[in-house]
């Protein structure tokens, strides 16, 4: 089956002799058993519920993974990932990554004895050069976060698994739709679900898919054990999101090529894409991935003027999240970055002034147009240019 397809054509309620069309929610803690000495195929919803399990198996399937795992939110599937590592393990993480993920390792991994080095893994050479005997994992995001510099999954892959040491890739920002880090070497992919797989702003979900089985098993009896599953309900939710997942992005996505390269024509904007990368980041994201996206940055030079022009954004919600099916707006380095230190994030590669656009399914001329009026009332103290007019 091909991606589209695979996003409806799964079996919505595997055993219910009523044949549903959608999943039902199974909004039960717990199930009558045969006999007290015997367990039923569920007995209790944190170790199993029919409807996680449809969605879990659904993970698995898009991602070509032998195991799927779904969590109360992206944190907690990044967190059960770090659970297969102990005290005096090294992590290599990404030098430009979600905040949050920082947040954990810096912040509570440490306490655990757990160290984690920030490299740039925008390169196979600077991670062989950083690997070491003590590194058990190296974790990235296929592109950059925020700057959308792209990761060679294969490559970082090879170089992990020869030092002994497995490769989790957060492919949030991409969704299985056009990005499957498994089939590019990688050992667990994670995703916030609350992002594109939910797709509509009212979940926070985590999913985790497994390529190695007994990798798979070890994290479903943590899961278990730890009970940080995600809900029945929120787990229908997330179904249904997943179903229009190709259709929501590929709109998406062709709305943001019409904006970021409108924004690209304009003077005094740097805008970061990967369609609009150098030729060399350009070519290892299309040589793993579908598409550049629905997210893209642009610096303005200032902070001040950023933050006008998301201010004046009418379609554009401010919001630290992405993916939704509304457009939002957001200054990673005060929103979705701020829990990095400051003199951390000041060496990292991005700036105060830069703004990050998730672009939503609204029609994409209103965005347009939306995005023209914005930065036209902010151009008083810029110089005046023609320019402007165009984008609209
Ligand atoms: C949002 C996000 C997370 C955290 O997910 P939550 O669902 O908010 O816990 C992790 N990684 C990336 C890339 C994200 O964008």
New binding site residues.
Partial sequence: MRPFTKLVAFDPAPSDPLRPIATPIYQTATFDQETATEFSRYDYSRSGNPTRDVLESLIASLEGAGQGLAYA??????AAVTRLLKPGDEIIAGDD??G??YRLFSRVLADRGITTRYVDLTSGDSLRRAISTRTRLVHT?PLT?PMLRACPIRELADVAHNAGAILCV?S??LSPHLHRPIEHGADIV?H????YLCGHSDV???VLAVADRAVGERLKFLQNAEGAALGPFDSFLLLRGIKTLGVRLEHQQRSAIRVANALAELPGLVVHFPHLGNSDQRAIHDSQCGGPGAVLCFETGSTERSQRIIESLRLFNIAV??GGVNSSASMPWFM?HASIPEPIRATKRFAPDLVRLSIGIEDAQDLLDDLAHAIRRTADDVAASPAQESLA
Avoid at 192 to 195: D, F, I, Q, R
Wanted: proline share 0%; glycine share 12%.
């Fill in positions: 939110s992206g944190l907690a599937a990044i990554l979600y949050g993920t995001e976060n957060d949030t920002s994670v916030s679900a609350t992002k926070t979900a985590g999240s992405f979705s």
